[in-house]
């Protein structure tokens, strides 16, 4: 089995070493590593370059683009692409050295499962902050967990077999309404399709957090998971429907947004004239979206569907510890333990 390790590189020249280190260090040697710089204004290509030079022993593919967004890199990468399972690697993240050894195991003892998706170390600055870990929050179905809940991949940590794509398409490239989640999107469309999913507990690698992540501007990102979610809700079969589950998803985003919003006021005072106002039509622009999200006519009813969607997303949310006892395999209709 070999795997193709895709890179997207865009301002990444500060990172990209020790991204780089982190795959040739891997004790499973069956791979490639596939770096695609998408219009990059830095000296990322200069440092790659050298670094391949410097490593004649690895299999390299280095591709220069116009800028296409992260998808349009990915998939670049993906076409150039000549392994079995691809193995996605921002250029700021690093894995642990056994991780392609772990991931390839879970494939060769089970061939039904189509994508794997470990733990990670969130780290900023060097220190460890939290860890990420991929869970499903329903027994039978993960795709009505990352559907209704949240989603729990993160792209680093996933890798998966690249035939499913012959089948569901490749990473959207539109940049207006899926960009920053185009990750997201792709899994929805795994999980519709019912290819199984693999969540290992164990920690194999590290996301890097800083302010350069995209991950950062979190109102764009939370906007477009939202125009992700009502895609998916409307193309739905009206019986396959659950409104309260979609009002309650979309509200408690809409929720996340209006506090950010709101957290945002402390620095209200360094406001200009038309910053504040920017501010104030924002926040308001939030609190109708979670205000109409909310289904009922009646005020009073709205304010109790808000609070109970929190709270109960909350809970739910404090539930998935029940999914790290072991190891656990998802697809649309079947789970078990492993």
């Keep these: 089995m070999k795997f193709s390790v895709i890179i997207p590189l865009y301002n990444g020249a500060d990172h990209i070493e020790r991204t780089l280190d982190s795959a040739l260090a891997q004790t499973y040697k069956d791979y490639e590593i596939v770096l695609v710089n998408d219009g990059s204004p830095d000296n990322v290509g200069e440092v790659v370059k050298k670094y391949i030079e410097a490593h004649p022993g690895t299999e390299f593919k280095y591709i220069e683009q116009a800028n296409k967004g992260l998808g349009g890199a990915r998939n670049t990468a993906i076409r150039h692409s000549s392994g079995d399972v ?16 772990k991931v390839a195991d879970i494939y060769k003892k089970d061939p039904e499962v189509g994508i794997v998706c470990h733990s990670q170390n969130v780290c900023k600055n060097g220190k460890k902050v939290r860890t990420f870990k991929p869970v499903s929050y329903y027994k039978k179905s993960f795709l009505e967990s990352v559907l209704h809940i949240e989603n729990t991949l993160s792209t680093s940590a996933t890798t998966f077999k ?18 920053l989640v185009e990750d997201y999107d792709l899994w929805l469309r795994m999980a519709k399709k019912g290819y199984m999913f693999y969540l290992e507990k164990k920690i194999l690698g590290e996301y890097s957090q800083h ?16 125009n992700i979610l009502k895609e998916y809700y409307n193309a739905m079969e009206s019986e396959k429907r659950d409104l309260f589950k979609e ?42 979206m979670v205000w109409n999200y909310s289904e009922f006519e009646n005020w009073m009813l709205k304010l109790f569907r808000i609070f109970s969607y929190g709270a109960s997303h909350v809970i739910i949310k404090h539930m998935k510890i029940h999914c790290f006892r072991k190891p656990i395999k998802y697809t649309e209709g079947n789970i078990k333990n492993i």
């Design 247 to 288: 009002s309650r998803r979309l509200t408690v985003l809409c929720l996340k947004l209006l506090w950010e919003s709101v957290k945002s006021f402390k620095s209200v005072k360094s406001f200009k004239g038309v910053e504040y106002e920017e501010w104030k039509c924002r926040t308001k622009k939030y609190a109708h």
């Design 86 to 101: 691809i193995a996605i690697l921002d250029q700021d993240d690093i894995w642990y050295e056994d991780k392609l050894e």
């Design 162 to 179: 690249k035939y499913l794509l012959n089948d569901i398409g490749y990473f959207s490239e539109d940049r207006e309404t899926k960009g």
């Design 211 to 226: 302010e350069a992540n995209n991950s950062s501007d979190l109102e764009t990102l939370t906007e477009r998971e939202i």
